[in-house]
């Protein structure tokens, strides 16, 4: 299988960033592919209206890299797993970013949109992210707007890794060892038992079997 994982902290060998490459290492470890993308290297703009900047042939007309990976590689990826710090309760701007300039792409202006929702759809969903705090309520905006993600594109969410620390790399010094939690969320991403039932989900009395 192949994911995409999205590298959304501005320090580029933070702690979100450390957790995300244990991510990988546990996919790559799995067999799968591991396609790393930092944030920063693809993103120079929030998303602007449509209406104002998009071209006569419907191509959006914002000039960095996020086209050409939003399309070339994250559409073809069967699972996503974005990493970010906590920044005042909520995802760093350019993990929102990531998200609102996908509009470009799956707005009804957009040429291919109808190709691009199918695309966006039924993948398999990760967060890991980074804080300073520890009460688990700090990170429960964006473990909400990712599960609400999910629901959205009809995908899966297979789960959440939260390491804490706040100096560059402190996270390795956290005693719940966030960064062996992420590699074996890694290993076990496309695997791993993921529910979300409803009142008439068929299912037996017990989880493991
Ligand atoms: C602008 C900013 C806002 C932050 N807001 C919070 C916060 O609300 N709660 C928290 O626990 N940590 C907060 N932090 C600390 C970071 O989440 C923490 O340092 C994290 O480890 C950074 O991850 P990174 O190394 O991947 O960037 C904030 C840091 C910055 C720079």
Known sequence: MKAFILSSSPRRHGNSALLAEAVRDGLVEAGHEA??????????????????????????????????????????????????????????????????????YY???????????????????????????TFPMVAAGIVSQMQEYTRYTRGTFAGVVHGIGNARG?????????????????????SRHASDYQIDTVRGGRVWG
């Open 35 to 104: 396609d790393f993308v930092y944030a920063d290297d693809v993103l120079s703009n929030f998303l602007r209206d449509c209406r104002q900047c998009r071209r006569a042939d419907g191509s959006c007309a914002i000039e960095d890299n996020f086209g050409q990976v939003f399309l070339e590689r994250f559409l073809p990826a069967d699972g996503f797993i974005t990493a970010t710090p906590v920044y005042w309760y909520g995802s760093s701007a350019q993990m929102k970013a990531f998200f609102d300039r996908s509009f470009c």
């Open 170 to 190: 402190e996270v390795a010094r956290d005693p719940n060892d966030p960064i062996g939690q992420a590699r074996r969320f890694g290993e076990t991403f496309f």
């Open 107 to 133: 707005a009804a202006s957009y040429p291919g949109s109808g190709d691009v929702i199918q695309r966006m759809m039924g993948k398999r969903i990760g967060l890991v992210l980074a804080s300073e705090e």
